[in-house]
């Protein structure tokens, strides 16, 4: 069995353990480049905090047009 990578007792901060999440990360950044509204809302635990933190990345918001 292998470990488990989602040990984080806060919100995902380092890139190399942030993943499994490139459609909502397509999602959002694809309307705020055509300057649309975004809500993120879900259950407590879930990953908000890390992929807001994981979208507002320099790297990550050119790769979608973005700066």
């Given at each position: 069995m292998?470990?488990?990578?989602?040990?984080h007792r806060g919100p995902v901060l380092d890139p190399a353990y942030f993943y499994g999440r490139k459609t909502e990360t397509k999602q959002v950044l694809?309307?705020?480049?055509?300057r649309q509204s975004v809500s993120i809302s879900g259950p407590r635990k879930i990953g908000k905090t890390s992929l807001l933190m994981?979208?507002?990345r320099p790297?990550?918001?050119?790769?979608?047009?973005?700066?």
């Open positions: 292998s470990a488990n990578p989602f040990y694809e309307m705020l480049r055509n994981h979208i507002a790297e990550v918001m050119r790769c979608y047009g973005l700066d």
